[in-house]
T-cell receptor, first 114, second 112 residues
Framework: SAVISQKPSRDICQRGTSLTIQCQVDSQVTMMFWYRQQPGQSLTLIATANQGSEATYESGFVIDKFPISRPNLTFSTLTVSNMSPEDSSIYLC???????????FGPGTRLTVL | GENVEQHPSTLSVQEGDSAVIKCTYSDSASNYFPWYKQELGKRPQLIIDIRSNVGEKKDQRIAVTLNKTAKHFSLHITETQPEDSAVYFCAASKGSNYQLIWGAGTKLIIKP
């Protein structure tokens, strides 16, 4: 499977600021996904980011709050805008690979908003 | 909307015994069912998956069964070991889409 990295691995931010999370893959992939995972909870899909098209957001997530870029087949960014303490969470990117687009995850970014 | 129910939320088994985690899905168009293992502080890792044209799949101590009629699928772990302790998530594809609908997770505890 692909090697997936995320930056930063963790950050502590002040409310009202924005943070951009990067996801880098060592091979070209068509499908990338961004998730949020609260401690002790399941994964919640934020959006699907396919290269060459606008990201598709899930119910409850909007582009103004979580803008996503997908400039090429190996890279994507998720920005958490105008942060509040409720945005404190782990943010994970995943990529679809293989014949059936099995999903493989990056290591995650632990975000704390004060 | 589509959902996946996962039971139990916590499962404690004696080392060497078997563990079974069950999931039920609602979307009859779902055709792909992966299972992920997440250790504390780590990323979810794909451990096994099954597609709707198969009823059972096995990989060493891990097996997954699928009952399409009942919309059930289960993870079976035999001869459990301490390193099996983790949270396990089931998921189902959103129709034939590549997006996944996730279960709530099962915390598996292996007692020595």
């Amino acid at each position: 499977s692909a090697v997936i990295s995320q930056k930063p691995s963790r950050d502590i931010c002040q409310r009202g600021t924005s943070l951009t999370i990067q996801c880098q893959v060592d091979s070209q992939v068509t499908m990338m996904f961004w998730y949020r995972q609260q401690p002790g909870q399941s994964l919640t899909l934020i959006a699907t980011a396919n290269q060459g098209s606008e990201a598709t957001y899930e119910s409850g997530f909007v582009i103004d709050k979580f803008p996503i870029s997908r400039p090429n087949l190996t890279f994507s960014t998720l920005t958490v805008s105008n942060m509040s303490p409720e945005d404190s969470s782990i943010y994970l990117c995943s990529v679809g690979q293989g014949l059936y687009n099995e999903q493989f995850f990056g290591p995650g970014t632990r975000l704390t908003v004060l | 909307g589509e959902n996946v129910e996962q039971h139990p939320s916590t499962l404690s088994v004696q080392e060497g015994d078997s563990a079974v985690i069950k999931c039920t899905y609602s979307d009859s168009a779902s055709n792909y069912f992966p299972w992920y293992k997440q250790e504390l502080g780590k990323r979810p890792q794909l451990i096994i998956d099954i597609r709707s044209n198969v009823g059972e799949k096995k990989d060493q101590r891990i097996a997954v069964t699928l009952n399409k009629t009942a919309k059930h699928f289960s993870l079976h772990i035999t001869e459990t070991q301490p390193e099996d302790s983790a949270v396990y998530f089931c998921a189902a594809s959103k129709g034939s889409n590549y997006q996944l609908i996730w279960g709530a997770g099962t915390k598996l505890i292996i007692k020595p």
